[in-house]
């Protein structure tokens, strides 16, 4: 049987090396993951003398990175060891999991102090301070820990795979417009992060079409000058037949929903919305 090996009271870095072998490594998903103290080994054997035994921010062998003071992290040693395996057993690596990895290689140093302003709340519902939650709680089921953690970055990278990919789309088939409000841009996909990502970038208004399902949704920055009310009666006049929300903060409007799949979307196309958003 495989061994996976970390130390007691893994972290983010240990849990996110042993998630990254067991989601990419050929033959390793159902490897069956040790504890230890931390910088020992799997029962003091020398460290990555066994091919089925790899050891994760532990012990001081190739997938560990305490013998140094380098800028790294044991996941950030995995991720490179994934990209030098031999001819045949290739793994994907994509622009997603680099940044991830980039971002667990700089809490594990502590970079996070440096953040926009590092003590709000906000950080306290991210995946570090949920695994801190969950060593009181539970401090000696390491095993929940890496479980937990686990679950947790595949939703996570799934979800950075899909900013990328909105971060393409916004760069490459986006449509800018002005409105009275200021710089916006319309797009024709089926990816909703595109939403959120443009309003980052500093677009006032992102409008989005799905292009199979018809749905749109207008959403706005949440600036109190802003009021989506008369955009709400023109697309009414301009379209009676489909559903029309304008949610109570008048940020947001929205013409069919995963949320409420009865909404019937509009016939308009994206050219004629852009058209009568600028007209407003």
């Not at 009271?9 to 990254?20: E, H, R, T, V």
């Not at 990419?24 to 020992?40: H, N, R, S």
Request: charged share 30%; proline share 5%; glycine share 6%.
């Amino acid at each position: 049987m495989k061994i996976l090996v970390t130390h007691f009271s893994p972290d983010l870095d240990a849990i996110c090396g042993l998630w990254l072998i067991k989601k990419l490594l050929p033959g390793w998903g159902q490897a069956k993951v040790e504890f230890v103290p931390a910088g020992e080994t799997f029962e003091n054997q020398p460290v990555d003398t066994n091919k089925e035994i790899l050891h994760i921010d532990t012990g001081f062998g190739k997938f560990d990175h305490h013998q140094n003071l380098d800028k790294t992290s044991a996941s950030k040693k995995v991720l490179e060891g994934m990209k030098n395996l031999p001819e045949g057993k290739s793994v994907k690596i994509d622009e997603a999991l680099e940044r991830l990895v980039e971002v667990v290689n700089e809490i594990d140093h502590f970079q996070e102090v440096y953040y926009p302003n590092p003590t709000a709340d906000f950080y306290n519902l991210g995946l570090v301070a949920q695994l801190d939650g969950w060593k009181l709680l539970s401090p000696d089921d390491h095993q929940k820990l890496v479980d937990l953690g686990m679950v947790a970055l595949d939703g996570i990278y799934k979800q950075l795979q899909n900013k990328v990919w909105a971060e393409k789309i916004l760069k490459e088939e986006a449509f800018e417009f002005e409105t009275r409000w200021g710089r916006a841009v319309g797009l024709k996909t089926g990816n909703d992060e595109v939403v959120h990502t443009g309003q980052k970038q500093g677009y006032i208004l992102v409008v989005r079409k799905d292009p199979k399902k018809g749905y749109l949704r207008i959403k706005t920055l949440p600036d109190p000058k802003i009021d989506l009310s008369r955009l709400a009666e023109k697309l009414q006049e301009a379209d009676p037949e489909a559903s029309w929300f304008l949610h109570i903060d008048k940020h947001q409007l929205l013409n069919g929903s995963t949320k409420n799949p009865k909404m019937r979307p509009t016939s308009l196309t994206l050219k004629q919305i852009i058209e009568i958003i600028k007209n407003v």
